[in-house]
């Protein structure tokens, strides 16, 4: 991904792209596995609910994408048996503090690896969604307890929160 070396100015963190999947061009500077290829886009605000719902298990996409003069972001796309995660970060635009997204985008992409791996050892299934700054986070334990709440990755990521925090340090997690 020498696009995100380019924009960002640091090269991009171990841990967030499979290392058995072959990367496909899906327009701009956005990449994916052959099944995101194959299925529909989910690039603007509208597609959040059918990615959740619709999106095809082995979809996988990473990069950047953008349409009008401010309405760019950074994607990351994930659908496996055990998760499903749309991320959806601001980044670009003709008004916006390119510098200061960089920072925060590397940030969170230094954070996202870790906080999925314990994610994946603590939990049954979780739904992983910031679209803009918006997001939603839930979590269902091995014991089938849940933890649901609104959210911000980039909020997240900057105060280091693990998966252990959400549920409360010791694994579990109460109902909200």
């Known amino acids: 991904m020498a696009s995100y070396a380019e924009r960002i100015g640091q090269p991009m963190p171990h841990g967030l792209i499979p290392t058995d999947l072959e990367m496909q061009w899906m327009g701009q500077l956005l990449f994916g596995s052959g099944v995101a290829l194959e299925d529909r886009p989910y690039r603007v605000q509208p597609d959040v609910d059918d ?9 996988f996409a990473i990069g950047f994408w953008g349409h009008g003069i401010q309405s760019h972001a950074f994607y990351i796309q994930r659908v496996e048996p055990w998760c499903r995660i749309y991320l959806r970060i601001p980044y670009g635009g003709i008004y916006s503090d390119h510098q200061a997204q960089a920072i925060e985008l590397h940030r969170l992409l230094l954070w996202l690896p870790e906080f999925l791996r314990e994610a994946r050892s603590q939990c049954r299934h979780l739904k992983l969604v910031d679209s803009m700054g918006d997001g939603q986070l839930r979590a269902e334990n091995d014991d089938g307890e849940i933890f649901e709440c609104h959210y911000n990755a980039i909020k997240m990521a900057s105060k280091l929160n693990r998966m252990s925090d959400l549920f409360g340090g010791n694994g579990t997690a109460p109902t909200r």
Request: glycine residues 12%; without cysteine.
């Open 51 to 59: 990615f959740l719902r619709e999106a095809l298990e082995g979809h």
